[in-house]
């Protein structure tokens, strides 16, 4: 019977591990380079989330003051209103008892309409102001909720990232990418538009 030919099994299993060891050491490299970024990423997003957020708010806080001021001057102009009718109401009553009205009640009457007319205008100006504000609101809300969506992509491409290093899954690694690239697509629509 002929001698099988001896294979040295020790070295060849080390070998097999040593290239193993150097695959897996770059796979877990990159995964680990690819995981910061997307941490990196995901920190800024959730910063301009949260700053997008606040800036709202404030917006949205000034626009109510805003409102408030434009109800008080309709409020005035109101007040006015019914300051001229009970003006007219006196001015009537002279003329229907055959008597001059005073001078004073016609100048009443020109004060009340120009304090009517300046309370409408300062209105309609706090209306602009607060509309301005309100849609300046809307749009950051708009872009905090894309900023959101990219932090929460990115959060997922992280984690999937940690188990694609645990697990030593190439394919794992490769859908943490491509969530972590729709992260940072929406981060940067958001930013850019």
Known sequence: M?????????KLREAIDEEL??????LLRTIAVSTAIFAALAAVASLKA????NEALALKTEATRLQAEASDKWAYYQAKNLKAAVNEVSRTIYLA???PAPDDLAKAQEKYAEDQRKASEEAKELEKQRDEKGEEADHLMHHHHFFAQSVALLQVAIALGAVAALTRKRVVWIGSILLGLGGAGLFGWAIFS
């Open 21 to 26: 060891e150097k695959e897996g050491g770059a």
């Open 97 to 99: 008892l055959d008597k």
């Open 2 to 10: 002929p001698e099988a030919p001896e294979i040295d099994t020790d």
């Open 50 to 53: 949260g700053g997008s957020a």
